[in-house]
């Protein structure tokens, strides 16, 4: 058991230090290279590929690679010292590289280098999953206690009686507790405005029930006039003819009425359409379109999150055609930074102009909130689609963001590629954005 234990610390450490952790054998070793040491000896290695377990930057080809590998006759006993690495070349071994060995000639000790076997195999797998970043999007703290009255129905789909809890309770709707039930998903305010009161609001509760997930619609009354003792005000106005309801009347402007609750809808839908519409309205100068490209398509998800977690997007669009437009901008993703809004930074960096895009991504490289992976890796994942000219004509700020995007992704992820990033050539992308977006992905596990 303790040799068991720490074979797994071993091969922890070994993972968490490699940026290449693979399965295979030497197929071919090339001639020596030129070395001004006597005591060392570098070959070029050509290593099969059965799987791969780590990779943080992109290895072209995914059935063989080739790594510079370095013996000294410090720590190879062998003669001729080609043996060192020609002994590899039988039966299948687990491989721990670093970047520098697919650089140039490194040495590669022995320790990095492990016996292919199932349980090991399992045991990558296992660390490859250990080592993903996860993303949880809906990771509010749960505090209601096992015997919570309204999570208890919901878990049985006993709409009546959650109807009940949600008319007697509306009006902590908004307290910390509302939200920290373990049966609520998320809460969707509609943003109108309330002209006068009394006044209506909906809101989408998104529930977690034990057959799956449940949408339910609840409209509320805002405010409402209760008279007290009406008869009073009436004589006083028929006698004297004195105008008095309003000292009997009391108006409670922060009140609300349940007046419908509605399971098993789709209102969201609706709401996202406008929303997204709203969304890329903000984010998009038309007049910079042609010279940059249009936006990425807004996902509902995406919308969701921004506006269950952040609020509203307020880049008014009036300011498009002055000359402060993107200073402005760059002012209002200091507030999002300051207040932490990570899922509408995230918008704010598929905005039109490449420049407000770099700024946002670099605000979100300073909130360093993970949850943002998947909304960069689909931006990149677009930004591959622009045509090839615009990458020709106008080079200078697509691949300032370009790189910068490719920067922020391998900052969040712990990836390396980008300093292997190479110019546009045959296809009509910038950077090999599908090889970069495989490493991407591998680093991340979304736990929604």
């Known amino acids: 058991m303790p040799a068991v234990k720490a074979q797994q610390t071993d091969f922890n450490s070994l993972f968490t230090q490699a940026d290449v952790v693979l399965s295979g054998h030497v197929m071919s070793i090339d001639g020596t290279l030129g070395t001004e040491d006597l005591g060392t000896e570098q070959y070029l290695v050509q290593l ?10 992109p290895i072209p080809d995914h059935k063989t690679t080739r790594i510079g590998w370095e013996i000294s006759n410090l720590l190879c006993r062998e003669k001729p010292m080609k043996k060192c690495i020609s002994k590899y070349q039988d039966g299948k071994w687990i491989f721990f590289l670093k970047h520098a060995s697919f650089m140039g000639p490194e040495v590669l ?8 076997s199932e349980a090991n195999a399992q045991r990558m797998v296992e660390l490859q999953q250990q080592h993903a970043i996860p993303i949880v999007h809906f990771n509010r703290d749960k505090i209601c206690d096992a015997s919570c009255e ?49 006044s209506s609001m909906g809101v989408r509760y998104m529930f977690s029930t034990d057959s799956g997930e449940v949408e339910a619609y609840i409209n509320f009354q805002v405010g409402y006039y209760k008279a007290y003792t009406p008869w009073i005000p009436h004589i006083l106005s028929s006698w004297f003819n004195w105008d008095l309801y309003k000292n009997f009347t009391v108006e409670k402007t922060d009140t609300l009425i349940l007046r419908s609750f509605k399971p098993h809808t789709q209102y969201s839908i609706e709401y996202l359409f406008y929303e997204k519409a ?39 669009e009036d300011y498009k055609t002055m000359p402060i437009y993107v200073e402005w901008s760059k002012q209002y993703i200091d507030k999002l930074l300051a207040e932490k809004k990570v899922y509408l930074l995230s918008l ?26 998947p ?46 990033k190479i110019s546009y050539g045959g296809s009509n992308d910038y950077f090999y954005t599908d090889q970069c977006i495989a490493i991407w992905r591998s680093r991340i596990r979304e736990e929604d």
């Open 375 to 420: 909304f960069l890796i689909r931006l990149a994942d677009y930004r591959k689609t622009l045509p090839r000219a615009l990458y020709e004509t106008y080079q200078g700020p697509i691949r300032n963001f370009s790189d910068s995007l490719l920067f922020t992704l391998d900052f969040f992820t712990g990836s390396k590629t980008y300093p292997q």
């Open 109 to 116: 000790p022995e320790s990095c280098i492990r016996p292919f």
């Open 150 to 198: 309204l999570c208890r129905h919901v878990k049985v789909c006993d709409w009546k009686k959650v109807e009940k809890y949600v008319a007697k309770h509306c009006n902590d709707r908004n307290s910390p507790k509302w939200m920290q039930h373990q049966r609520i998903k998320w809460i969707l305010d509609d943003r109108a405005i309330l002209l006068s009161l009394p």
């Open 48 to 57: 099969s590929i059965d799987s791969i377990y780590k990779h943080t930057f």
């Open 278 to 316: 709203n969304y890329t309205r903000m984010l998009t100068d038309t007049s910079k379109v042609k010279f940059f490209g249009p936006n990425m398509p807004l996902a509902d998800r995406d919308v969701l999150l921004a506006a269950v977690f952040d609020g509203e997007l307020r880049l008014y």
């Open 348 to 373: 704010m960096a598929s905005h039109t102009i490449p420049e407000i895009g770099m700024y946002s991504l670099h605000a979100l490289r300073q909130l360093n909130d993970v949850r943002c992976i």
